[in-house]
């Protein structure tokens, strides 16, 4: 199993732009497909973006193409959520996961193993 940690989660403006990271250690980074999820209060977790181990295939909810981009470096055993034009819908706490579905890019939660802790983004309007 995949430990994973997040990272980058912090107060930005309408408008403005965050990196999110997700450092990955345990098995083979490379073997997983990864995810991002949020879950904003009183609200359920909703998928965001999602792309296979070799980062040739990605995946994303309607609410955040065009806005947000998920990529990976498997020499550094991360995967990135780059943010732009944020509003303050999105404010949530941002969850990276792991699939074994290494070729595949899940959107269902269920098909994910392993979780990372969660950080907090706040965008204020």
């Known amino acids: 199993q995949v430990q994973l940690v997040e990272s980058g989660g912090r107060l930005v403006q309408a408008g403005g732009s965050l990196r999110l990271s997700c450092a990955a250690s345990?098995?083979?980074?490379?073997?997983?497909?990864m995810g991002w999820f949020r879950q904003a209060p009183g609200k359920e977790r909703e998928f965001l973006a999602s792309i296979n181990w070799s980062g040739s295939s990605t995946n994303y909810a309607d609410s955040v193409k065009g806005r947000f981009t998920i990529s990976r470096d498997n020499a550094k055993n991360t995967v990135y959520l780059q943010m732009n034009s944020l509003k303050p819908e999105d404010t949530a706490v941002y969850y990276c996961a792991a699939s074994r579905l290494q070729f595949e890019t899940p959107p269902a939660q269920q098909l994910y193993d392993s979780w990372g802790q969660g950080t907090q983004v706040t965008v204020s309007s």
């Open positions: 345990g098995r083979t980074f490379s073997s997983y497909s």
